[in-house]
């Protein structure tokens, strides 16, 4: 749909346990995903540095920033309440992929 949208793919290590878990909760989430939305609200007050949240709601930064807390992930927990793609660089990672998204390919590493 948008041909040049550039993106930055990171990897971090995590236990397997931590992996598992991770890999659970996705699966359970696509299969209630009737259940989740997009926190528009949230997104928009986020650029006024105005904290909004909504249960069951997350723009794309704030679900990545929940899920690396809820499994404790290393360095989630300095992560702003207000948090943006380019914060994630904090944490100890990997990059896999920087490019266009129409030429990423999953590498699976």
């Given at each position: 749909?948008?041909?040049?949208?550039?993106?930055?793919?990171?990897a971090?290590?995590?236990s397997?346990?931590n992996y598992?878990?991770?890999?659970?909760?996705?699966e359970?989430?696509?299969?209630?995903?009737?259940?989740?939305?997009?926190?528009?609200?949230?997104?928009y007050?986020?650029?006024?540095?105005?904290?909004?949240?909504?249960?069951?709601?997350y723009?794309?930064?704030?679900?990545?920033r929940?899920?690396?807390?809820?499994?404790k992930?290393?360095?989630?927990?300095?992560?702003?309440?207000?948090?943006?793609p380019?914060?994630?660089?904090?944490?100890?990672h990997?990059?896999?992929?920087?490019?266009?998204?129409?030429?990423?390919?999953?590498?699976?590493t």
């Amino acid at each position: 749909r948008f041909s040049n949208t550039r993106v930055m793919v990171l990897a971090m290590d995590i236990s397997d346990e931590n992996y598992e878990n991770l890999r659970i909760c996705l699966e359970q989430m696509v299969l209630d995903k009737h259940k989740y939305g997009y926190n528009y609200l949230g997104l928009y007050l986020a650029a006024l540095h105005i904290i909004y949240t909504r249960q069951n709601r997350y723009y794309c930064s704030e679900f990545v920033r929940e899920i690396l807390k809820k499994y404790k992930i290393d360095g989630a927990d300095g992560l702003s309440p207000i948090v943006q793609p380019i914060h994630f660089l904090t944490l100890p990672h990997k990059t896999i992929f920087t490019g266009k998204l129409s030429e990423y390919q999953n590498c699976n590493t």
